[in-house]
């Protein structure tokens, strides 16, 4: 099915649909991972929309070490309550 397609559309006159083509021959391997394996990068872009957020609410940090430290506070999943502290 994907070799009558893909030779369809390549013999296209229609460039939009060859550069679709072309696209998805470049990516095949990526593209049958991902729907066998159902592995997503939504844990990436999680964590990225976190620190995205951290950045606007700073509205800017003084220098990178404190940016990073801000980073690792609020995503490093340290306990704020150690066992020897009572609260």
Request: aromatic fraction near 12%; charge should be positive.
């Amino acid at each position: 099915q994907w070799g009558m397609w893909y030779d369809w559309a390549i013999r296209s006159r229609l460039e939009p649909m060859k550069a679709a083509a072309r696209m998805v021959k470049n990516h095949l391997g990526g593209i049958i991972h991902a729907a066998t394996e159902r592995i997503t990068n939504a844990s990436a872009e999680g964590l990225n929309s976190v620190i995205q957020k951290l950045k606007y609410v700073a509205r800017g940090f003084r220098n990178r070490d404190r940016f990073r430290a801000a980073i690792y506070f609020h995503l490093g999943g340290l306990d704020l309550y150690p066992a020897g502290i009572t609260r």
